[in-house]
């Protein structure tokens, strides 16, 4: 059993900054990927960036690449969403989630653990 606590939510104006961290406890081993997804209301989540917890390797949603990066420090058992250039399109709420096994596509279905979600919110 894993848990995911994420934490980094907050207001910001458009093209300010911010960091998501979620941290997991409990056991990984690999093969594992961590990913994040957002949500708004009345909308299906919506993958955005997901990364092999072992390799490193990365993919990002479209309407994201150049502006946010996804990261993992193994040793604190966390993954990062470092978010740029932000606009108001981005407001959602942000969901980190896990699947234990490697090549997880973008469908929330696959995978296994979820977080609480933290509220981001781009102001124009």
């Known amino acids: 059993q894993v848990q995911l606590v994420e934490s980094g939510g907050g207001l910001v104006q458009a093209g300010g900054s911010l960091r998501l961290s979620c941290a997991a406890s409990g056991r990984i081993f690999s093969p594992y990927t961590m990913a994040w997804f957002r949500q708004t209301p009345g909308k299906e989540r919506e993958f955005v960036a997901r990364i092999d917890w072992t390799f490193g390797g990365t993919y990002y949603a479209d309407s994201v690449k150049g502006r946010l990066a996804i990261s993992r420090d193994i040793t604190k058992n966390t993954v990062y969403l470092q978010m740029n250039s932000l606009k108001p399109e981005d407001t959602a709420v942000y969901y980190c989630?896990?699947?234990?096994?490697?090549?997880?596509?973008?469908?929330?279905?696959?995978?296994?653990?979820w977080g609480q979600g933290t509220q981001v919110t781009v102001s124009s």
């Open positions: 989630a896990a699947a234990a096994r490697g090549v997880v596509g973008p469908r929330p279905g696959e995978y296994d653990y």
